[in-house]
């Protein structure tokens, strides 16, 4: 059985809701091309927003089957700044970006979805 970076089993994840999404692992959406809209979900594993990135933020959410980087712009963190840095699991739509090895998903919405998690205890590595 895989575990995943916070220690979760596979079987763990799979049992989490995901919000009515279009259900897809994260590993799948490696494979979509630029510029399509996409969805993920997962626990919030880390949070950063270095000093050079002007205002960017980075979120990785997890899910059993990786992980995906998120890319927050200023005008959206402004926007979801509750979601963005309270959730501990995580639903975000947006806009799939792909540059040779390099995937982002680049955030449109944000939903905090922690209340679902029930008494599942997670945290993550936030650098701000």
Do not use: Y
């Amino acid at each position: 059985m895989a575990t995943t970076w916070l220690g979760l089993s596979a079987r763990v994840h799979s049992r989490l809701p995901h919000a009515g999404l279009d259900r897809r692992p994260l590993r799948h959406a490696a494979d979509l091309p630029t510029g399509r809209l996409a969805q993920a979900c997962g626990i919030v594993t880390v949070r950063q927003q270095p000093e050079t990135a002007k205002g960017v933020m980075f979120v990785s959410p997890e899910d059993e089957t990786g992980s995906v980087q998120i890319i927050v712009w200023p005008n959206v963190k402004a926007r979801l700044r509750g979601p963005l840095l309270r959730a501990r699991l995580m639903a975000v739509k947006g806009t799939w970006q792909r540059e040779g090895d390099v995937r982002n998903l680049i955030a449109g919405h944000i939903e905090d979805l922690t209340s679902l998690l029930g008494g599942l205890a997670t945290a993550s590595r936030d650098f701000h």
